[in-house]
């Protein structure tokens, strides 16, 4: 399956957005993620959900402002960003993985095989 988000943007801290990735497949076998990689940084896990859309986790840089939900029927996954920070400052990619296992194991960026062209978010302070 082939992933593209978009949805970023320039905004200022304190903003919202929300980024959304468009799958040119079914994505309900998928467990979804979104990293994101910051200039001179590794990319870095930011939240996955289920397959059904009923478990989520998230990296506690994020926990409490960002969301992330899913449609399978549209193929659709989306990251809800609020409270916007300049740290949240990155290029943000989705990605999809068949395999399973407890919140820690999808922080990997090595168990995801599919990849999105990232979306740029750009928070100003």
């Known amino acids: 399956v082939q992933l593209q988000a978009s949805g970023g943007g320039l905004v200022q801290a304190g903003d919202s957005l929300r980024l959304s990735c468009a799958a040119s497949?079914?994505?309900?076998?998928?467990?979804m993620g979104w990293f994101r990689q910051a200039p001179g940084k590794e990319r870095e896990f930011v939240a996955v959900?289920?397959?059904?859309?009923?478990?989520?986790y998230y990296a506690d840089s994020v926990k409490g402002r960002f969301t992330m939900s899913r449609n399978n029927f549209e193929n659709m996954v989306y990251l809800q960003m609020n409270s916007l920070k300049p740290e949240d400052t990155a290029v943000y990619y989705c990605?999809?993985?068949?395999?399973?296992?407890?919140?820690?194991?999808?922080?990997?960026?090595?168990?995801?095989?599919?990849w999105g062209q990232g979306t740029l978010v750009t928070v100003s302070s």
């Open positions: 990605a999809t993985t068949i395999t399973g296992g407890g919140p820690n194991y999808y922080t990997n960026d090595q168990i995801y095989d599919s």
């Open positions: 497949g079914r994505i309900f076998s998928y467990n």
């Open positions: 959900i289920s397959r059904g859309g009923g478990s989520t």
